[in-house]
């Protein structure tokens, strides 16, 4: 016959192990729901910071203000100058009374037989923020209208 105290020791420890089964059950389904968690928040996370990163990029390309500043370094580029001219719907003679040169000057400067001193480029570069009715209210004609001739009566 075995002995008392050895069964009730094993069913004990049986008893035991049943309990702690339960409780470590419920502890790790709960830590497993923690990382589940704590990973979507650093993805979160890493995601705001791609964000702000990008962000902050678009930041420092923009630029401050619409008018340049002085001392301000601008780049040239001859089909640069076509574009911006055509965009206005500007001929050379027009677009030169803006930046305050000749028109030849303009033409070679679109064809690249000459380059702007660095004034009369902060001048092309003040032109860049301004549209066709603002370009032609500086130049002081509006757009021509063409008129109908007046229409006669039939007798």
Known sequence: MPNIGAVLKQEIARLSRR?????????RKASAQYRRH???????????????????????KAPTNSQPEAGTKFRFVAKG????RARLGLSADEYAKLVGVSAQSIYNW?????????AQVAAIARLRSIGKREA???????????KRAPRRRRR
């Open 81 to 84: 100058l076509r574009s911006q």
């Open 38 to 60: 704590i990973a979507a928040l650093r993805r979160q996370v890493a995601a705001l910071e791609r964000q702000l990163a990008t962000l902050s990029r678009r930041v420092q």
């Open 136 to 146: 032609r209210a500086q130049l002081g004609s509006a757009p021509a209208k063409a």
């Open 110 to 118: 679109e064809h690249g037989h000459a380059t702007p001193r660095p």
């Open 19 to 27: 309990e702690i089964r339960s409780e470590v059950h419920a502890t």
